[in-house]
């Protein structure tokens, strides 16, 4: 089956997710699981917290030109592995936003991103904010699963000589890539 290739907008918001998440998810783990000192805690909040609301308007556009791009692919001829690596990359995506949604609303103080601005913290009530902590971490640990399981199905396709990760490489430029 013919399937258009990801448009370098794709593969750019692809990598930059890539390089965002999983800082925020091996360094916001780290900090919380290890004792280390309160200065280094300080600053991987600070960071991670401007840096992960500034991906923020980057995320709604990766999901915006997902959904255009399978839009446009339609769901002729998709094979079993092909809905189920659909259903995966959608469950990510939705995972995602719940990841950023509930960091927001668990703050506890403004939002500072790298003290060039801030927003508002947008919860008073103490109860919804600890639900919301509870739902962040329940979430981050789902999305480090998930992403477990899509690096583990890519290294299969290389693998087994089916590569798929030519389709988000810069490397290819061809529209149209024969993959089956
Ligand atoms: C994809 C985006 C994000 C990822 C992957 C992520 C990941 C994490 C992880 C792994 C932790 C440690 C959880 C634990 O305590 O075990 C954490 C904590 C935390 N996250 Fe997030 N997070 C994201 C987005 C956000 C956003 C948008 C905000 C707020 C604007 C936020 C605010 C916080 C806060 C306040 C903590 C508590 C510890 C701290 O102050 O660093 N997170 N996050
Ligand atoms: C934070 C980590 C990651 C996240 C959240 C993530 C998420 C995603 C999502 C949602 C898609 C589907 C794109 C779409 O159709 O809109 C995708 C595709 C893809 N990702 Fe990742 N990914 C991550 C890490 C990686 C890594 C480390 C690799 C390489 C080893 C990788 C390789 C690929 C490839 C090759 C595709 C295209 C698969 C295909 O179309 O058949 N990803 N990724």
């Not at 949604?101 to 927003?119: E, Y």
Request: aromatic share 12%.
């Amino acid at each position: 089956m013919r399937r258009p290739g990801y448009s370098g907008q794709q593969k750019i918001l692809h990598w930059l997710s890539v390089i965002v998440i999983l800082w925020a998810l091996i360094s916001g783990f780290y900090v919380s699981l290890f004792d280390v000192p309160l200065a280094i805690k300080e600053w991987v909040a600070f960071v991670n917290v401007s840096l992960t609301t500034l991906y923020l308007p980057f995320f709604a556009l990766r999901v915006y030109l997902s959904f255009g791009y399978h839009r446009s692919v339609g769901v002729h001829n998709r094979s079993l592995a092909e809905s189920l690596a659909l259903f995966v990359h959608r469950l990510i995506y939705l995972v995602i936003g719940v990841v950023l949604v509930t960091g927001i609303l668990m703050m506890d103080r403004a939002i500072s991103v790298f003290d060039l601005f801030f927003i508002p913290q947008p919860l008073d009530n103490p109860d919804f904010i600890a639900l919301s902590v509870t739902v962040h971490v329940w979430a981050c640990l789902l999305l480090a699963l998930l992403i477990a399981l899509h690096v583990t199905a890519v290294i299969k396709h290389e693998v087994s000589g089916r590569s798929v990760l030519e389709r988000m490489s810069f490397r290819v430029s061809a529209d149209w890539k024969k993959n089956d």
